[in-house]
């Protein structure tokens, strides 16, 4: 399969790249400075730069066929936006398949979350809520998955891993944390097996 990930030098893009490499996919990692996607070269992976705030910069690196997995957040630092513009960017290209990459508790997911994780994000979030929410609609309206999974961690990979639908979400006080490997290799699973076209999921390590 041909994988594209964004944000490919985060913590969550790394994953994303590493992994779609050991399970033996051809991957183009797009990143604002490519040196920093942090793998070891391979003939199946090629490193490209573009910005996703210029939705022809982007199409001009988009392979042809291919599934995009998305890494992105918000840089410390910058205004919101990112996210919006990254998700419409990809859109107008038209890749085979969207995989994006959400936040628990906001969007579609917000009524499963809660009262008090609602609160606790939109005052930890702020003016970042819209920009996700925004992003996520956009890219389900255009047939996308988006993962919805709970505060990531430096962790494992669970290898017991399921991704939930909306319904079947965890009904906890606050939402269980996963780690990023294991967020990764849900996206990946995705990708491959096509079980929540169009729908929004919560990985979780168990």
């Given at each position: 399969m041909n994988i594209t990930v964004l944000a490919a030098s985060g913590a969550t893009g790394l994953e994303l790249t590493r992994q779609a490499l050991d399970r033996g996919h051809v991957v183009t990692a797009i990143a604002r400075d490519p040196s920093r996607v942090t793998v070891?070269?391979?003939?199946?992976?090629?490193?490209?730069?573009a910005d996703l705030r210029d939705p022809e910069s982007l199409a001009r690196v988009l392979p042809e066929g291919t599934t995009v997995l998305s890494g992105l957040?918000?840089?410390?630092?910058?205004?919101?936006?990112?996210?919006?513009?990254?998700?419409?960017?990809?859109?107008?290209?038209?890749?085979?398949?969207?995989?994006?990459?959400?936040?628990?508790?906001?969007?579609?997911?917000?009524?499963?979350?809660?009262?008090?994780?609602?609160?606790?994000?939109?005052l930890l979030l702020k003016?970042?809520?819209?920009?996700?929410?925004?992003?996520?609609?956009?890219?389900?309206?255009?047939?996308?998955?988006?993962?919805?999974?709970?505060?990531?961690?430096?962790?494992?990979?669970?290898t017991s891993r399921r991704a939930l639908s909306l319904a079947n979400a965890p009904r906890h006080l606050l939402p269980p944390r996963v780690s990023r490997a294991t967020v990764a290799a849900a996206m990946l699973d995705e990708a491959e097996n096509r079980s929540h076209v169009g729908g929004t999921v919560i990985p979780v390590e168990r």
């Amino acid at each position: 399969m041909n994988i594209t990930v964004l944000a490919a030098s985060g913590a969550t893009g790394l994953e994303l790249t590493r992994q779609a490499l050991d399970r033996g996919h051809v991957v183009t990692a797009i990143a604002r400075d490519p040196s920093r996607v942090t793998v070891p070269d391979s003939d199946r992976l090629v490193r490209v730069v573009a910005d996703l705030r210029d939705p022809e910069s982007l199409a001009r690196v988009l392979p042809e066929g291919t599934t995009v997995l998305s890494g992105l957040g918000i840089p410390k630092g910058e205004p919101p936006g990112v996210l919006t513009a990254g998700a419409e960017a990809v859109v107008r290209a038209r890749p085979d398949r969207i995989i994006w990459l959400g936040a628990f508790g906001t969007g579609a997911s917000a009524d499963a979350a809660g009262p008090l994780t609602r609160t606790l994000l939109r005052l930890l979030l702020k003016s970042e809520l819209d920009d996700k929410t925004t992003a996520d609609t956009t890219v389900l309206a255009a047939g996308g998955t988006v993962f919805h999974p709970g505060p990531l961690t430096t962790g494992p990979l669970s290898t017991s891993r399921r991704a939930l639908s909306l319904a079947n979400a965890p009904r906890h006080l606050l939402p269980p944390r996963v780690s990023r490997a294991t967020v990764a290799a849900a996206m990946l699973d995705e990708a491959e097996n096509r079980s929540h076209v169009g729908g929004t999921v919560i990985p979780v390590e168990r």
